[in-house]
Structure formats: C-alpha cells, structure tokens
C-alpha cells in the first residue's frame, strides 16, 4: 500500500446505523427495509459512487433515482435572460469600493449568489486544486477506501452523500473528500499525499479572501467593515471536493438534491462541465463556469443574521455524461464558539424591521440540518418567529 499520511485509526471499520425513523426497520422487509438493506451494502462498500461506475455499471440503483418532481425544468431554456451576477473585485481597497460594495448589496438581495473575477486567487492554483480532487477520486478504489468515514469528526475523510443514511427519497451522485480546518488549522500530515500541497496552498487564499469578502459584505449591510469579524462568524473552514462521476442513466438523478448552504458563506471553484443551478424566479437558472472565477453564496447565517435582507438560496447540481468535480469552502463559527448564540443583527432591526428569527446556535442548527439530509426544504423554517 502507497504511503498517504493516514492517521493510525484509518483501518477502523466505519459503524453504519440504522435510521429506522426513515426507514422502518433495517431487517430487509418490505420496500422501506429492502431500501435501507441495500443503501447500506453501498456504503459498506467504501467506494463511492465511483465504485459503481468502475464497476460497469449500466442502470443506476433505485436509491440514486429521484422523484420526477425534484427533476422538473433541468432542462429550461426559459431562463436564458437571467444570468448571476458576475463581480470584478479589482480595486476594492480604492476608487472601485462603493461601486463594488453596491454590486454585492444587490446580488446578494436579488440572487444569494455572485461570481467574482480578480479576486487574489492565482488561476493556475484553482487549476491545480481542481486537477489534485481528481487525482484523489480517480485513484483505486482500495486506496480511497483506506479514508471512508462517516464520522463527522474525522478532520480527513472520504465518503459518499453526507446524508446518506437519513435521506428520505434518493441518493445523490456524488462522492466528497472532505476537509474540516477548526480555527483556520489543520495538521498537513492528516492531508493524503495526492493533494496535500495544493489543498495547503488553496486553503490559505481562501481564508484571505474570506477576509476581504466578509468586510465587503459587511459594509453591503450598512455595518460597520469589521462587523462579521467582530462575531466570530466565520472562523472554521470545512473544505469539500467533490467529484459526480460520468452517470449512465444522468436524467434520473442529482448530483446534488435543492438546497440551501447551513453556513455562513461559501466560495466554490467549479469546473468547465457545467451542472450548478440557483432558484430564481422559479426558474433553475445555470450558474456558468468562468476561467478564474468563483462563485460566492450567501449562507443561512448570514440571512439570519441580516434578518432576510441577505438571501440564502436554493441551488442544485445536475449530472451528466462526464465526471463533474467542484471544490466548496463553507465558513463556520469557530470551534470554540459552537453555543455562541446568534440573532438579526441589532443595528438592522426597526418597529417596522423587527426580528423574523429567533437566536440560536451553531450546535442547534447543524444538529437540525443533519438530521434531514437534502430534503429541499429550508433550514431556517424553525427557527421563524
């Protein structure tokens, strides 16, 4: 076996359980069981999806086919009009920074979601990112294995569908080699070896940019620059790279089911395949790949926080003929501030604005979108005044 940098429980066998409130019971009777059976013999398998493709497979698994409902207007062309926003950030700290601030204010009302251009990244390392999450997934299945998890609290694991075991209809085609740096940190050696460097390096402009984006956004509130700084809000980064493998059967599933991001905000560098859509409108509206761009999206937090004046939207990724990868870098409190109890910023609350939200906390949330999965609907209904 090559040398990855494992830590020494990486050949612990990963514990499945039985979601029983989904699926009655996990015994293999009845359709519900027999679903429950098979998604588990999936995952027991610590492959993935590419598991499949490499398999031959030429029908999909009844758990990856969705309603025909979730797969309505995939292909809309209704929607050619409407294009997401696209920001040049080049002279922010100048004569361009009202102008951009503006741009960001209205994107963010109307869309939950922008690209920007010139924003510090170097091009060749989004490159080289994207090319290190294919060199991961596309090794052999038995050296992807060696980092199958699903314990949230491994720092580096490899699995397929977060919310496998807990979703209601179907599966995603989607496997994800995730990344979870707590206060900016993470040991390099937890890192595999096939892409440790570029990870290193990429994690590092997207906490700079971070930075900048959370003072732009700020100011966007009509808050003081340093306001999202000054809470905490996004101290933690959980970095994903996900890979949607070429799909034979691609007009009976998703690479990722409508949803919106249980963050704070999120930056995502996509490929030249295609497949991301945002809700707009009701209409899917496609989210086109910009060499050198990234996408930025507003996170439930900051809707919360900026009591609906920001925008949390549904967004979904199709799959096609052809292997589609994407890197997502969530921001997060951080780690020391999981009960740190945030409401509708005070500064943005009137008689005629009171607060439409109730405070909570990141434990809170994330233990109620967890135990959902992907299901389409918001994150922040229960927490509605």
């Known amino acids: 076996m090559m040398k990855t940098g494992r830590p020494s429980n990486r050949n612990k066998t990963p514990t499945v359980l039985c979601q029983s409130r989904n699926y009655q019971e996990c015994d293999g009777t009845g359709k519900k069981g027999q679903k429950a059976k098979e998604v588990k013999e999936f995952d027991e398998t610590k492959t993935g999806v590419k598991g499949l493709v490499d398999s031959g497979v030429l029908k999909i698994p009844k758990f990856f086919i969705h309603p025909q409902e979730s797969l309505q207007n995939s292909r809309d062309t209704s929607n050619a009009c409407l294009q997401v926003p696209v920001i040049d950030l ?17 994107a963010s009302e109307m869309w939950g979601f922008f690209q920007v251009v010139h924003h510090g990244v170097p091009v060749c390392l989004l490159d080289e990112m994207l090319k290190g999450v294919h060199r991961f997934h596309e090794q052999p299945k038995e050296v992807r294995a060696e980092w199958y998890s699903r314990d949230s609290k491994q720092l580096v694991r490899y699995f397929c569908n977060g919310d496998l075991l807990v979703n209601k209809d179907a599966a995603n085609w989607r496997d994800t080699l995730a990344f979870n ?153 951080s780690s020391t501030n999981g009960f740190t109890q945030y409401a509708p910023a005070k500064e943005l609350l009137t008689e005629k604005n009171p607060p439409r939200y109730r405070a909570t906390h990141l434990s809170e949330f994330m233990n109620y979108f967890k135990s959902r999965g992907l299901d389409g609907n918001s994150n922040l209904s229960p927490f509605k005044l």
């Open 90 to 106: 080049e002279g922010f700290e100048g004569c361009r920074r009202a102008e951009i601030i503006d741009r960001m204010r209205a």
């Open 181 to 333: 740096f707590q206060d900016s940190q993470l040991d390099k050696e937890l890192i595999p070896e096939v892409c440790r460097q570029v990870v290193s390096e990429y994690i590092e402009h997207m906490i700079t940019l971070k930075k900048t984006l959370a003072e732009l956004l700020s100011e966007a509130l009509g808050l003081q620059n340093d306001y999202l700084d000054s809470i905490g809000c996004m101290e933690t980064e959980s970095l994903l790279c996900h890979y949607y493998p070429a799909c034979p059967e691609p007009d009976l599933t998703l690479g990722a089911t409508k949803h919106s991001d249980p963050s704070f905000l999120t930056i995502l560098l996509q490929d030249s395949v295609g497949g991301l859509q945002v809700l707009h409108q009701n209409h899917w509206v496609d989210v086109p790949s910009l060499q050198g761009a990234l996408v930025i999206n507003i996170g439930d937090f900051i809707q919360l926080i900026s009591n609906d004046k920001f925008r949390s939207v549904e967004h979904r990724v199709l799959v096609g003929g052809e292997p589609r990868v994407s890197v997502a870098c969530l921001f997060y409190p």
